[in-house]
């Protein structure tokens, strides 16, 4: 059963660090991505990063065609790659957010060399986990789902035309999933001067699973199928995250599909 993020997993923010809240359990983060060209597709022009140190994970999905989507999903990613962590969460999140913004910057002067009637961006998805708070980051329809207790749910609001569409009630979910505008997306990064990127926050509890993908994991793997691939698995979390991805190939593997799962767990001191 896939849940919004209006569900209960959504936590004041305040709650959790302006104000005296019990001790919580440390937590290990353990996480691990991979990629895959698919089926269709001649080139695979996604790319992720993981970088656990830093506690920040990113999936960007890129679009342009020949070298240019790699380009601008590869830009996202080698920018995410210079983060580290400051001393407060706003710092924090800034830093983050001006990485984003000079990805943004650098994938329109690509733009600009390869004439007007050129289009070259990339969606992104990131996680960053700083004590028990998980922020998340994303332009386009790259997305992260939270797997909890059993329960599947998406944390990012696509930015795309059948999502206007749903949110307008002119389609339902499902028919959005298969209309023929399902890859029109209305936000990524490169595409505007201005760039709008969205960020929500939720309290992790012990055994949370996130999952960042592009959007070839969803686009041939039914939502519902997501979680019934990850718990009908007690492989290591690599496998998991191959499992999906072959899931999603053997659905059809119509375009990049690429996958990152992080895991929470308590730290065993506190077990």
């Keep these: 059963m896939l849940l919004s993020k209006q569900d209960e997993i959504k936590k004041d923010v305040l709650s959790l660090y302006d104000q005296p809240t019990e001790q919580k359990p440390s937590i290990t983060l353990t996480s ?6 698919g089926r269709v597709r001649e080139r695979n022009e996604d790319s992720f990063l993981c970088l656990p140190r830093q506690n920040l994970w990113v999936v960007a999905d ?7 989507g790699d380009f601008a999903s590869q ?10 962590s400051q001393a407060t969460l706003d710092s924090s999140i800034l830093l983050l957010e001006e990485n984003i913004i000079h990805s943004n910057e650098l994938i329109r002067e690509k733009s600009s060399k390869m004439g007007e009637q050129a289009t070259v961006g990339s969606t992104v998805a990131a996680l960053y986990v700083w004590d028990h708070l998980a922020l998340v980051l994303w332009a386009g329809d790259s997305r992260v ?23 307008m009630g002119k389609l339902t979910e499902g028919e959005a999933e298969h209309h023929p505008a399902a ?29 960042l993908c592009s959007d070839g994991l969803f686009k041939d793997l039914p939502e519902s199928r ?11 979390l690599d496998d998991q ?9 053997d ?19 506190n077990v």
């Design 183 to 211: 890859n029109v997306v209305l936000n990524a990064v490169g595409i505007q001067a201005e760039l709008t990127v969205d960020m929500d926050y939720y309290e992790i509890m012990q055994d949370d699973l996130f999952i």
């Design 32 to 37: 691990t991505g991979s990629s895959d060209q």
């Design 251 to 269: 659905a059809g593997g119509s375009d990049n599909c690429t996958v990152i799962l992080v895991k929470a767990q308590a730290d065993s001191e």
């Design 145 to 167: 789902y939270l797997l909890r207790n059993g329960q599947l749910y998406r944390l990012t609001e696509d930015h795309s035309y059948v999502e206007e569409l749903v949110k």
């Design 226 to 236: 997501i979680a019934e691939v990850i718990e009908a698995s007690e492989s290591s």
């Design 241 to 249: 995250c191959r499992l999906l991805i072959d899931a999603a190939l």
């Design 62 to 68: 890129g679009m342009g065609g020949h070298d240019a």
């Design 75 to 84: 830009t996202i990613t080698r920018q995410a790659a210079k983060f580290t």
